[in-house]
């Protein structure tokens, strides 16, 4: 076989540019200009003879010159602290897709859960980028006031801030996990525990204190409590504690998805079927999979992911109103992990669920 | 509750320049510029110094100018198809870590599957990436000749192009399919079958072509065959028609273990228990959840994004080179989807491994 080609020097001798596409086209540098710019004003016929022109002669606007020109980079930095939980890949796509509807490109961090991010996001900042979302990453005082100073605009999904300066999407924590209470005593559910995730993190912090809330609210005492600290191996540890205890409980309550998963697995293989009931949190993909089948309050990603790219349009067009703080309610889906109450359950979009 | 203060302006009145951190640290400006810069020579002293200054000065080295200066922007574009197939998710966290770990970050394009990625690809362009990697993203030989002429480094992974000017890094999907083959030939099955993922995939084409010949040398007939397209419902669908047969297969090799996971599924939950084998190939973060269990030939994932960084590296340090071309090998990862065969089976880093 033949050694390919050699490459070409690393950038053509000399780029073609907007005055080279505009003479062609025999129009105006600004109407090039804005023939590359989305939802700017050109006519179709404009556009078509610069789009020829810009093909022939392979010019190929430079965004990030012109984010100089601008002051905007059209880049999201979006940073996420679990892509081996399947609800954050399903929410970064989503997010992915919905910000090219607006023009921007995500800008990718990954953090590593309870670390410290504040130099991750100092990072960030140093591509300009037009605004920062953080799925489920802590945001510090002193970080959030920084990012004021820049004028970037930061949204935080499934994780609240206590600094009411940034805008906050959640699932219905506090409802969901209250619901969740509901369902298993109205399931004959007497031993109910909770797999909490991470201690510090609003979302577990939330799930907990609605569950607890809502069962002493029907009599029960204080639930049972394991701490699976977000992590797949650790929540089978708590799983196996739980269940090997004198008492064990008849239910869980995991406060996400993931530690259900592993939870699901421990209760299984290791103690011979199901013996007990098993809910989660999120709704993420494989809660769906017949295989798998777990019973989940969901965080519908649509709606929430409509509501991040509004709050962050809403920071950026009216930086004097307020963020927005918003809760999207889901709906407790059956999937089969959990014994059901006789009662309240009926379809929605194909899917069994329990209202209460 | 009062309203949080109004936002001050979307940028500050003067940013503080490489120059007043200069001034203030009583440094050389191009010694500001080193200490900001990774892997750049600069004593401790003097960074310690510029970081004080900086900091004091709310200074930020702005990425985006830098770029244009030294035409490298420090970030990888990545496409990916697949965000739902939990692979894919991984491949993109280990990617981001690895790519951190050189200096750059990660922009985020996802692409449907199917879909003619051209336009996406063209895009990725403008924000002047310095170098791109496609995971399961196809490359058009137009879009190659754009990338080598705009001197911009493309990196394949998990799809092989015909155009050899890109580097592809691959699992090993012929000798995992062929290892996979003589598994369930030692294992007694009699009809097995394949169940195909998108059609002009090179992943689907070499994993059935390294199994169907396989089996042909061990004396069988041509496998049964159905299509997944590598998506869940497709695979689910397809599941169902092979089993419902009149003389259904009695092991079935899942082009992907996404599709494993919807046939597992149908297996389990529809034709009572697991009247057939079941074996992907991944090794997706899910196939090792208890829950699950999905014997599967891995493709190894560190090793993987170790070698798409250095194919990068290479291209971007000596572009006259042929561009990295890589098989990397996995191991058959026994998790009782499959009846097994008495020998063969061994440890390999606590996990139970088929080597034939």
Same mark, same amino acid.
């Given at each position: 076989?033949?050694?390919?080609?050699?490459?070409?020097?690393?950038?053509?001798?000399?780029?073609?540019?907007?005055?080279?596409?505009?003479?062609?086209?025999?129009?105006?540098?600004?109407?090039?200009?804005?023939?590359?710019t989305p939802g700017?004003?050109?006519?179709?016929?404009?556009?078509?003879?610069?789009?020829?022109?810009?093909?022939?002669?392979?010019?190929?606007?430079?965004l990030?010159?012109?984010s100089?020109?601008t002051?905007r980079s059209s880049i999201v930095g979006v940073a996420v602290?679990?892509l081996?939980?399947?609800?954050y890949a399903a929410l970064l796509d989503a997010l992915s897709v919905a910000l090219e509807a607006t023009g921007h490109r995500v800008l990718l961090f990954?953090?590593?859960?309870?670390?410290?991010?504040?130099?991750?996001?100092?990072?960030v900042?140093?591509y300009r980028v037009d605004a920062l979302v953080l799925a489920?990453v802590?945001?510090?005082?002193?970080?959030?006031?920084?990012?004021?100073?820049?004028?970037v605009p930061v949204v935080l999904v499934n994780?609240?801030?206590?600094?009411?300066?940034?805008a906050?999407i959640?699932?219905?924590?506090?409802?969901?996990?209250?619901?969740?209470?509901?369902? @298993?005593?109205? $399931?004959?559910? %007497?031993? #109910?525990?909770?797999?909490?995730? =991470?201690? /510090?993190?609003?979302?577990?912090?939330?799930?907990?204190?609605?569950?607890?809330?809502?069962?002493?609210?029907?009599?029960?005492?204080?639930?049972?409590?394991?701490?699976?600290?977000?992590?797949?191996?650790?929540?089978?540890?708590?799983?196996?504690?739980?269940?090997?205890?004198?008492?064990?409980?008849?239910?869980?309550?995991?406060?996400?998805?993931?530690?259900?998963?592993?939870?699901?697995?421990?209760?299984?293989?290791?103690?011979?079927?199901?013996?007990?009931?098993?809910?989660?949190?999120?709704?993420?993909?494989?809660?769906?999979?017949?295989?798998?089948?777990?019973?989940?309050?969901?965080?519908?990603l649509r709606p929430m992911v409509d509501r991040v790219v509004t709050a962050l349009m809403r920071q950026m067009l009216?930086?004097?109103?307020?963020?927005l703080?918003?809760?999207?309610?889901?709906?407790? @889906?059956?999937? $089969?992990?959990? %014994?059901? #109450?006789?009662?309240?359950?009926? =379809?929605? /979009?194909?899917?069994?669920?329990?209202?209460?």
């Amino acid at each position: 076989m033949s050694k390919p080609p050699a490459a070409p020097p690393r950038r053509p001798e000399r780029a073609a540019t907007a005055h080279d596409v505009a003479r062609r086209a025999g129009v105006s540098q600004s109407a090039v200009s804005r023939a590359f710019t989305p939802g700017a004003s050109v006519s179709a016929a404009t556009r078509a003879r610069v789009e020829e022109a810009a093909a022939a002669l392979g010019y190929r606007p430079n965004l990030i010159a012109r984010s100089l020109i601008t002051r905007r980079s059209s880049i999201v930095g979006v940073a996420v602290a679990y892509l081996d939980n399947p609800f954050y890949a399903a929410l970064l796509d989503a997010l992915s897709v919905a910000l090219e509807a607006t023009g921007h490109r995500v800008l990718l961090f990954t953090a590593r859960p309870g670390a410290n991010t504040d130099p991750i996001l100092e990072e960030v900042l140093r591509y300009r980028v037009d605004a920062l979302v953080l799925a489920s990453v802590g945001l510090s005082s002193r970080f959030a006031r920084e990012c004021r100073q820049a004028g970037v605009p930061v949204v935080l999904v499934n994780r609240r801030s206590e600094d009411d300066g940034a805008a906050c999407i959640t699932g219905d924590n506090a409802g969901g996990a209250a619901l969740i209470a509901r369902f @298993l005593a109205a $399931g004959g559910h %007497r031993r #109910p525990a909770f797999l909490a995730g =991470l201690e /510090d993190a609003s979302t577990s912090r939330e799930r907990e204190a609605g569950f607890a809330t809502e069962l002493a609210a029907l009599g029960f005492g204080p639930p049972l409590r394991a701490v699976g600290h977000y992590d797949f191996g650790r929540a089978e540890a708590a799983t196996r504690v739980l269940l090997s205890a004198a008492a064990p409980p008849d239910a869980l309550f995991c406060a996400n998805d993931h530690m259900g998963f592993a939870a699901l697995g421990v209760a299984r293989r290791e103690f011979g079927g199901l013996p007990v009931s098993v809910v989660g949190f999120d709704d993420a993909g494989p809660a769906g999979w017949a295989a798998l089948g777990l019973t989940t309050y969901s965080q519908p990603l649509r709606p929430m992911v409509d509501r991040v790219v509004t709050a962050l349009m809403r920071q950026m067009l009216a930086p004097d109103e307020a963020p927005l703080r918003e809760t999207v309610p889901g709906a407790l @889906l059956l999937r $089969g992990s959990a %014994r059901e #109450p006789h009662d309240g359950v009926s =379809l929605q /979009d194909g899917e069994r669920v329990w209202r209460g």
